[in-house]
Structures are given as C-alpha cells and as structure tokens.
C-alpha cells in the first residue's frame, strides 16, 4: 500500500510541475498535450558504447527532434536517477561534474536521486548539485540506497509528507519491502 501511495503522490508532483493547466479560450477549454521524455541509469556515459548506441549526443537529439515536432513547451525531459556514478572515466575522473554539464544543456527539468549519487559523499553530491539547472524530486530511497545517506537538513518525500529524518525513512523502506512479501 505504502508503495502504491508513494508512486501515486510522485506522479501527482510530476504532473502538476510539469503540465501547464489548461486556458480557457471564448469558454473552450483547449487541451495541451505533453511528452514526458524519460532516462535513467545514464551513469555518466556522455559517448557511445563500443557499438555506436547512447551517449549524450544521441538522447539531446532524439529530445531536441521530439522538442520541435511537438513543441519545447509541452516537453519534460526527466531522469530516474544514477546520473553521473558508477561510470566511465570521464565523469569519474570529473567527478560528475561533466555530466551535470551536459545534463544543463539538454534542457533536463526534474531528476530523482539515484543510490550513485551518493558514492562520494555529502560534499561532492552538494557540489553536483550546485551546479545543475533541473530541479531533483527526491531519492529512491529503499533500504539498499540508504545505506550511504547521512544527511541533515535534507528534505525526503515519504509518500504522505517531507521529512528530514533518514532514519524515519529507513523504517519505512523495510516497512514496505515486508508488506511486498505479504
């Protein structure tokens, strides 16, 4: 149940952040259709594997077309996490600063933090952070993710309200993965 109401209030804030509430015209409401355009795991790979596939190259470009055929304002490019670690060299080597980069200019607007954003801890994630355009929604956060966590002052969604108790949020990651074995 928990889950449930957890994915249902993400989408409830996905939508309402990102689809323009429709304008009444002469007492005709128009509809607008929107695109929500979606990656994750990107894990830093800014150029194509060995086969020529991905890359940051490719998904700006299959977003910039997708952009222009439907037009830029109804389209949300965003991101499910594990953006910039457990990655190839160059976003390693720069420590994910290339990525948030290259993220900036593809014209991301939301991102959820992924269990890699943590693997160098609280200073390098602020930094990171500094630096980016989009907007992060909040963190998958299961048991398995939390483990790097040591934040204070930083506001989770619990699915009902925010909190800046991870230990809070722990209990509820192993409350959910109990009731999903039920």
């Given amino acids: 149940m928990l ?19 429709a ?19 990107f ?12 890359g ?24 499910a996490g594990d953006v910039y670690f457990a990655a190839p060299a160059i976003s390693q080597l720069l420590m994910g ?14 991102a959820v933090f992924g269990n890699h954003e943590f693997d160098k801890g609280q200073e390098v994630l602020a ?13 998958c ?3 398995g993710a939390l483990y790097k966590t040591n934040f204070e002052a930083v506001e989770w969604w619990t699915g009902c309200d925010w ?3 991870t230990k809070e949020l722990k209990r509820l990651a192993r409350q959910e993965i109990k009731e999903s074995h039920h």
């Fill in 97 to 110: 600063e290339s990525t948030i980069d290259i993220y900036n200019m593809m014209g991301y607007e939301l």
């Fill in 141 to 143: 956060y299961g048991e």
């Fill in 56 to 79: 940051s190259a490719y998904i700006s470009a299959k977003a910039n077309s997708i952009r222009d055929a439907v037009g830029g304002e109804n389209v949300a490019l965003i991101d």
């Fill in 163 to 165: 909190s800046t108790d």
């Fill in 127 to 139: 930094a990171r952070e500094a630096g980016r355009k989009h907007m992060y929604l909040g963190t």
């Fill in 23 to 41: 304008a009444s015209v002469s007492g005709d409401s128009h509809l607008i259709q929107a695109t929500l355009l979606h990656t994750n795991d």
């Fill in 43 to 54: 894990h830093g790979r800014l150029e194509t594997d060995y086969r020529f596939r991905g």
């Fill in 3 to 21: 889950k449930r109401t957890i994915k249902f209030s993400i989408l409830v804030i996905i939508l309402t952040l990102i689809i323009p509430i």
